[in-house]
């Protein structure tokens, strides 16, 4: 049976508007025990959630092929966990164990899983978007047929390798799809005081790049473009989504999520449009459907975390490994 999602304009299965809620607890679930455990001192260094943000990861992913893959950056858990990374060894990865994607080494913002096809979450603000744009040539070279995915934030579209990227892209021709995740803020700095101009879409516009704005807390909207824009880019044609999105919690550690930049109202504003409820909403999901499905994401993050907590610290003997 499906239904009628008029603000989208889409037809879905009930099945499929479940399973697209069902991931957005995985990831918001996952997220909450992972910050707790930073909290406790269980995740070294700092971690950087993106509740709030989940149907921009789970519309991207839902919309690829799987041989398809991903580039991320510091704010990546959402993005690993949609494309098929095991919660478990993410989370040890999070907590810097031997069990962890990354043998525990790279932690939260270093985080690879290259048999799911995520390429990595990167620390450096846009470092992952020329990485994208190879990787992208490399696909071609080889005829794969696949499409390489870049998500970056807002606070990365001021740097020139954006632009640099945009440009070789188009020049070549690329399998490669570019995700803003504009959630308007770059840590405290609000997105109208640092980029001027009509939208960060139109800026791939001027390079003949297909630049779209998306509602990015519109899990069906955000799937609908991507599968569009992700075709496109498989035939040559790469693009650029802006998804307009919010994160409910601070930047990172060291700020509240309100007080400091943003304001209580704005906040309530954003929450108002939370992803996971206005899916539930538009599919007439239940309150025991919506129930049952944030109890498994639920114990899903809480074996994710059993896991790792179990899971060994590296040995000093694997220092060196992996080092090239």
Same mark, same amino acid.
């Given at each position: 049976m499906s239904v009628e999602l008029e603000h989208t304009g889409l037809r879905v299965t009930e099945a499929e508007a479940a399973e697209l809620y069902r991931r957005m607890a995985v990831i918001r679930r996952f997220e909450q025990a992972a910050y707790r455990a930073?909290?406790?001192?269980?995740?070294?260094?700092?971690?950087?959630?993106? &509740?709030?943000?989940? /149907?921009? +990861?789970? $519309? #991207?992913?839902?919309?690829?092929?799987?041989?398809?893959? @991903? !580039?991320?950056?510091h704010r990546g858990h959402g993005h690993a966990l949609a494309k098929g990374v095991d919660p478990g060894r993410?989370?040890?990865?999070?907590?810097?164990?031997?069990?962890?994607?990354?043998?525990?080494?790279?932690?939260?913002?270093?985080?690879?899983?290259?048999?799911?096809?995520?390429?990595?979450?990167?620390?450096?603000?846009?470092?992952?978007?020329?990485?994208?744009?190879?990787?992208?040539?490399?696909?071609?070279?080889k005829g794969t047929g696949a499409v390489c995915v870049v998500f970056f934030g807002d606070g990365a579209v001021n740097q020139g390798v954006l632009y640099e990227s945009l440009n070789l892209a188009a020049l070549w021709s690329l399998p490669v799809l570019f995700v803003c995740e504009n959630n308007a803020y770059?840590?405290?700095?609000?997105?109208?005081?640092?980029?001027?101009?009509?939208? &960060?879409?139109?800026? /791939?516009? +001027?390079? $003949? #790049?297909?630049?779209?704005?998306?509602?990015g807390?519109? @899990? !069906?909207?955000?799937?609908?473009?991507?599968?569009?824009?992700?075709?496109?880019?498989?035939?040559?044609?790469?693009?650029?989504?802006?998804?307009?999105?919010?994160?409910?919690?601070?930047?990172?550690?060291g700020d509240p999520p309100h007080g400091i930049y943003r304001t209580k109202a704005e906040l309530e504003a954003w929450t108002d449009r939370d992803p996971l409820a206005l899916l539930a909403t538009a599919a007439g999901l239940t309150s025991e459907d919506t129930g049952r499905f944030q109890d498994e994401a639920r114990r899903i993050a809480d074996d994710a975390m059993s896991f790792a907590l179990a899971s060994p610290v590296p040995d000093e003997s694997s220092l060196l490994e992996d080092v090239v």
């Open positions: 930073y909290e406790q001192g269980e995740v070294h260094g700092t971690v950087h959630v993106s &509740i709030g943000q989940e /149907a921009v +990861a789970v $519309g #991207v992913m839902d919309a690829l092929r799987p041989g398809d893959t @991903v !580039l991320s950056h993410l989370m040890a990865e999070l907590c810097g164990r031997a069990g962890g994607v990354s043998r525990g080494k790279g932690g939260s913002m270093h985080a690879t899983d290259l048999d799911a096809g995520f390429l990595g979450t990167l620390a450096v603000v846009g470092a992952a978007i020329p990485l994208g744009v190879g990787y992208a040539l490399a696909q071609r070279l770059a840590i405290t700095t609000a997105a109208h005081e640092s980029t001027a101009g009509d939208g &960060i879409a139109a800026r /791939a516009r +001027a390079f $003949g #790049v297909d630049g779209q704005e998306v509602d807390q519109d @899990v !069906l909207a955000v799937r609908r473009l991507a599968a569009s824009m992700a075709e496109a880019a498989r035939n040559g044609r790469p693009g650029l989504m802006e998804c307009l999105t919010y994160r409910f919690m601070g930047h990172s550690r």
